[in-house]
Each structure stands twice: as structure tokens, then as C-alpha cells.
């Protein structure tokens, strides 16, 4: 039986089973995980002096569509003088996970949820990360709170870490409110026509963001539009990959993220107690980047500049709009990827080059990545004025451990892709496609196409080439099991 005959969703399922073990991560949780999952009943409780009740205020969940694992809401109050208090609640998933319980020695294995275009397997189980440690609608959940108060020039004066009880008033979709705040649909999404006053609460939290954004980019961080390609089924049968770009709405999430994760290590380093930052070191190819600006006929300064590379990303974004999206997948290439990296009281991390941030780490998302449940163990460490719960060398392994098994899951996500993508060209052997080389090392040449969005090999005149070239190719092979998809380049 070929492949076109089987459910392209069983396939891709057995293939991503697979590429998890390669990988060295666990597709399944243990009987001992299950166990401690059937004995949990409900939310987590707390009804200490030291938890405060924000449940009435207009609280919300931004995510995709199908997303269930809510990590975070979000509420603004206005201040004077154009000044906004921001309050960010985060999943408390330490409340119900216990440290060295046996779905944390899974989360602390595989580190992360890894989503294939397959399916999804989930750090935590599914009984908890999508329902009792999710802060889903309707939902009185545990939360950490992330307090901002945010001037009308996007910077952050102040800010507060604490606990509270929170309720999500509603669970609403990236799409459906960006284009509501953008204009492109008059009428609001449903889910928030329903709730008095959440219209007014999203277009003043739209405000915040951008003021938090443009105080980002004032400082060099780098405006990047990256696509990224979702699966299209009818019924268990592939039928496309298309790609899901950013809009308003993931850009409000992201920079309320962003602003979040500084407070907390501030507030960590304030407290004199270790943590995991998320740090992007200086790139080493920066003379690749130079070259992209000159080819363009552009400027970038000889030595790594972030405010000079986020200002020549904002004329090209300008100027070729409709190219900028390769662009950015070239820089981000060129940078290389994030790492954790344990900061000790006193000590000073490089920051994070590509967000111009010195002071990063993750920590708004424990559903989802074991750093942010680390993290949180140590805010509430400081807020209880306890030492550390992990010692200095065990975080340092941590961060090890996190950044190979993060880039594992990666890994295991992009196979999936390229999988999925072999699947819909396995019958165009042959054909010819316009693409931009995404990859160039001693390990081979990678270039990407569109319709369907596909990264493939180039095993066939590769020489000279390098990341941004822009190449016509052709489709030699396919293989579905092994995600390989390999082209010959055309002169």
C-alpha cells in the first residue's frame, strides 16, 4: 500500500512517534504519570492571605483557534497622564505539579510540548494543561501576576509580581480580533461583543502594546515577519500546507510577553536568587548580514549593530513588502537560535540581541516549556522569602538540558513538516520552483518554496550559493518517512 492509499494523518502520526524517540523525547507519559494524573481531581486551591482576588476584573485569552493549553491572560486599567497598569496572569501550573512528582520528572524530560503537524504531544497531560492548569473560560484558576504600569512612551516604570485567583471572562481567537482591530471587519467577534466593556479593555491593551513596540524598536529590537505553515486536512487526508503569518493580535501577545519575562528576572536579580535567562548571543555571521543589506544596496556597519539592523529591516519591510517574509527567515538563520543560561545573584548575562533586551528569560508559559515552571518555583521562592528550590548547578544543567531537548523538539516539528510537505509533492517530481536558500554549512544547502511553503535539500548545484540567494530549483526526490525533500538547482 503506497502512501496516497493510507490516512495521511496515520502516517504522519507513526512517523512523528518515531522522529520523538530519535530525538529523545517521550511521546508518552509513564504508568506512574497517569496514575498521579487520575488522582488529580481539580484546580489547585489557595485561599492564603497572600493570594489576592482579581476575579472581577475583564480578564481575557488571546490564542489560536484551537488552542486549549491558555497559559496567560491579560487586563489594562488606565492611569493618569497616559500611563497604563497592565496585569498579566500566568497559568500557576507549580500549584498542581509537584516537584519531582512523576509528570514532573516527564515535563523535566522532554521539557517542552512538541506540536507536529501530526498531533500535539503535550508537556503535561492533557487533563492538565488544557483543563485544570489552563485558565480557560468561565474558569477560576490560580494565577502569577506580572503588574506593569507602562508610561504613554511604551517604557515600564514600575512593576509588581504577586499571586491572585483570576476567572478568564473569554477565550478569544488571534485572527477574529486582529481583524476587528485593524478595520478589515466592522463588527467585533462574537465572543467579545458578549462581554460588557471587553471592547473598550482590547483597544486600550492594543494601545499599550504599541507603545511597548515601538519603545522595543526604538532600542534596536528587530521587527521580523516569519511564515510558518500550518497543515490543511479533510478528514484524515492532507490536503495543504498554508502559511499562518503574524497579525495585531499576536503581536499584542508577544509584546506583553516580552515586557512580562524582563519584570521577571528583574525581579528575581531584585530578590537576590538565581535564574534561567533566555539569552541571543551576538551572531557570528554578521558579515552574511551585511552582505543581504549591500545586495539590496543597503548599509549595515562592519561590527553587530542591533539598532542598525532593526532600522534596515524596517526600510525593506517598506520598500518590498511582498519579499520581506524570506528576508527575515534569511536573518533569522544568520543569528542563530536562543539558549538557556543560568544567571547567578550579582551576575550580569548578555541579554537577548534580536529582542534588545538585556534582561530576558521564559517564564509565561508553564504549560507549555519546563523553564517557565522553574521560573516559577523560584518567583515563589522570593515572594515567600525562601532560598532557591534548585542549587546553582542544578539550573546550570537545567539550562543545558532545556536548550538540547527545546532544539530536539524543533527538530521533530520541522521533520513533520517536511514530511507532511513530501506527502503533497511526492507526484510533482520534476517540476520547477522559484526558492530561497534558508541553509548553508559543511551539513548541506537548504532552500524554501511556496505553495506548498516546503524547505528542502539542494542536492544538485549547490555550490556558491548561500543564505538569501535566490534560485530556481527542481524537484528530484521525495521521501515521506525520512521528511526528505531534495532539489537540483538551475543555471
Not at 63 to 88: E, I, T, W
Not at 142 to 152: C, G, K, N, R, Y
Not at 179 to 185: F, I, K, Q, S, V
Not at 250 to 262: P, Q, R, S, T, Y
Request: glycine share 6%.
Amino acid at each position: 500500500m503506497n502512501a496516497a492509499d493510507k490516512s495521511n494523518l496515520q502516517q504522519l502520526r507513526q512517523i512523528a512517534r518515531r522522529a520523538m524517540l530519535e530525538r529523545g523525547l517521550l511521546p508518552d507519559f509513564s504508568a506512574a504519570a497517569l496514575q498521579q494524573t487520575n488522582s488529580i481531581t481539580g484546580p489547585a486551591r489557595d485561599a492564603g492571605a497572600a493570594i489576592r482576588d482579581l476575579r472581577g476584573l475583564l480578564w481575557a485569552s488571546i490564542d489560536n483557534d484551537d488552542s486549549r493549553d491558555l497559559d496567560q491572560l491579560s487586563v489594562a486599567q488606565p492611569l493618569s497622564a497616559g500611563a497604563v497598569k497592565l496585569l498579566v496572569a500566568i497559568a500557576d501550573v507549580d500549584a498542581t505539579v509537584q516537584r519531582g512528582s512523576p509528570i514532573d520528572d516527564h515535563a523535566r524530560g522532554n521539557t517542552t510540548s512538541v506540536y507536529t503537524v501530526a498531533q500535539i504531544f503535550p508537556m503535561l497531560p492533557e487533563k492538565l494543561s488544557t483543563n485544570l492548569t489552563s485558565l480557560g473560560e468561565g474558569q477560576e484558576r490560580l494565577a502569577i501576576i506580572i503588574e506593569m504600569t507602562v508610561d504613554a512612551n511604551g517604557g515600564v516604570t514600575a512593576s509588581d509580581v504577586y499571586r491572585a485567583v483570576v476567572v478568564n471572562r473569554a477565550k478569544l481567537a488571534y485572527n477574529s480580533v486582529a481583524a476587528w482591530l485593524t478595520g478589515t471587519t466592522a463588527t467585533a467577534p462574537a465572543r467579545l461583543a458578549a462581554v460588557e466593556g471587553l471592547e473598550q479593555q482590547l483597544r486600550l491593551q492594543d494601545q499599550v502594546a504599541q507603545a511597548l513596540r515601538r519603545a522595543r524598536h526604538a532600542r534596536g529590537a528587530l521587527d521580523l515577519a516569519t511564515i510558518e505553515a500550518r497543515p490543511v486536512f479533510e478528514g484524515e487526508l492532507l490536503k495543504d500546507l498554508r502559511p499562518d503569518e503574524s497579525n495585531r493580535t499576536k503581536e499584542l501577545i508577544e509584546d506583553f510577553m516580552i515586557a512580562a519575562n524582563g519584570v521577571t528576572a528583574r525581579y528575581l536579580a531584585s530578590s537576590g536568587l538565581p535564574s534561567l535567562r533566555r539569552v541571543l548571543r551576538t551572531p557570528q555571521r554578521w558579515d552574511r548580514i551585511v552582505w543581504l543589506a549591500t545586495a539590496v544596496g543597503d548599509r549595515l556597519p562592519d561590527a553587530p549593530d542591533a539598532q542598525a539592523l532593526s532600522q534596515f529591516l524596517i526600510r525593506r519591510r517598506q520598500a518590498d513588502p511582498d519579499r520581506f517574509p524570506d528576508l527575515s527567515l534569511a536573518v533569522i538563520k544568520l543569528l542563530g537560535r536562543g539558549e538557556y543560561a543560568l544567571e547567578s545573584p550579582g551576575q550580569k548575562m548578555q541579554g537577548h540581541f534580536g529582542l534588545a533586551v538585556g534582561d530576558y528569560t521564559h517564564s509565561t508559559a508553564p504549560n507549555r516549556r519546563f523553564p517557565d515552571v522553574i521560573m516559577q518555583r523560584l518567583l515563589k521562592a522570593a515572594l515567600e522569602r525562601r532560598p532557591a528550590p534548585y542549587a546553582e548547578d542544578e539550573l546550570r544543567t537545567l539550562a543545558a538540558h532545556c536548550t538540547t531537548q527545546e532544539d530536539n523538539a524543533t527538530k521533530v516539528e520541522r521533520q513533520l513538516r517536511k514530511s507532511a510537505a513530501a506527502l503533497l509533492l511526492s507526484s510533482r517530481v520534476g517540476q520547477r520552483f522559484d526558492a530561497i536558500v534558508t541553509g548553508a554549512s559543511d551539513k548541506g544547502t537548504w532552500v524554501r518554496i511556496s505553495a506548498p511553503t516546503a524547505e528542502g535539500k539542494v542536492v544538485k548545484g549547490f555550490e556558491g550559493i548561500d543564505v538569501g540567494d535566490r534560485v530556481r530549483v527542481a524537484l528530484v526526490n521525495t521521501n515521506v518517512e525520512r521528511g526528505f525533500i531534495e532539489f537540483e538547482r538551475l543555471t
